[in-house]
């Protein structure tokens, strides 16, 4: 079957991928759709570091081939929404409602891919840009067969994320002001998370002036094409401010753009060395600066509620799918996401 690899020097699609039956407790499941994130990027780049040879992918849609024994709430025939979280279900923080905190679903790649005699690592528990893939029974969210496998393939990682970090981890509330910085993909949805949550002003910020017709149409109330005017739309600062691009220099200036009480919410992914600095006084007014891994995300819960709501007309994915190329043109997607041209390129099988 086909698939995208990295083998450390390079990225390629192959059509020699093998993928091992489904055992107990997990999902066998043929994609349809894929998105291209900058987390998989990032791995060919080294931002983030992972074992090779590697699958990549982690924002994917199919339908259920097979389950292993044990499963019952996904069976053949089932769309589903993939999610990247393999936890254990059994643990503290999963019995706490947690899961994106479970110890097991943490730097653990299994091998379920072979090439000729080679195994290959799962990305993210998940490897997307392969014709099949086995997951967790935890992964696999059935969704309603009405809604288009590209969209839906978008809520596993970049809707969960963006949309998470703001309603479970940051809690914006009505009336909040909210700035977001970089309005690539995570940023498009943190946007739609703050207009869902009630936010009042919700300042984009994005170096590329092209981006300002799609950002109000996500939610944004006013735009930017650098933080300097920030304080001008918001004298006092802001209460939650989202750094979606992964620089230290942003992540400094969201600091800096908050209001007593404010937080900064960290979103983009910086190397894994990077260190960044901000003024320890300021502070002292209550002010806060939050990691986010996966938006803080309940995906058994969290799917199905952003599911209903896309139905219902108030949450976008159709609008998040800017690219579909099939999976043999990963090379454009590729470009196209790396220079910033699409929200999301979805791939397709």
Request: some cysteine; glycine content about 12%.
């Amino acid at each position: 079957m086909r698939g995208v690899v990295f083998d450390g020097t390079q990225v390629r699609v192959v059509d020699d991928l093998v993928v091992r039956d489904p055992g107990p407790g997990e999902v066998l499941v043929a994609i349809a759709a894929a998105g291209l994130c900058h987390s998989d990027l990032s791995v060919v780049d080294g931002t983030i570091p992972f074992p090779v040879p590697v699958v990549l992918g982690h924002e994917g849609a199919g339908v259920v081939e097979a389950v292993g024994a044990g499963v019952g709430h996904v069976a053949p025939g089932d769309h589903v929404a993939l999610s990247t979280l393999a936890n254990c279900g059994t643990c503290a923080e999963c019995d706490r409602g947690r899961p994106t905190m479970c110890r097991q679903a943490i730097g653990r790649p299994g091998k379920p891919f072979t090439r000729g005699s080679t195994l290959l690592h799962q990305f993210a528990a998940n490897s997307a840009f392969a014709e099949r893939t086995v997951v967790k029974a935890v992964q696999a969210v059935r969704i309603p067969k009405d809604i288009p496998l590209e969209s839906a393939a978008l809520i596993g990682c970049g809707v969960l994320t963006g949309v998470g970090a703001v309603l479970n981890r940051a809690r914006v509330d009505r009336g909040d002001s909210v700035v977001v910085i970089g309005t690539g993909g995570i940023g498009l949805n943190v946007l739609q998370g703050a207009r869902l949550a009630g936010a009042l002003r919700i300042v984009a910020v994005d170096a590329n002036p092209a981006k300002e017709k799609v950002a109000r149409q996500f939610g944004a109330t006013d735009f930017l094409t650098s933080t300097d005017g920030v304080k001008d739309i918001l004298p006092t600062g802001a209460d939650h401010a989202f750094e979606c691009v992964g620089r230290v220099e942003l992540i400094r200036q969201a600091i800096d753009l908050l209001d007593r009480h404010g937080q900064a919410i960290l979103l983009g992914v910086p190397p894994a060395t990077a260190e960044a600095s901000f003024l320890v006084s300021s502070l002292y007014l209550d002010k806060s600066v939050l990691g986010c891994r996966y938006g803080s995300s309940r995906p058994q819960r969290d799917i199905a509620l952003y599911a209903d709501l896309y139905r219902r007309g108030r949450l976008l994915l159709d609008e998040l799918v800017t690219a579909v190329h099939p999976v043999e043109d990963f090379a454009r997607a590729r470009a196209d996401a790396e220079a910033g041209r699409v929200a999301r390129a979805v791939l397709t099988f």
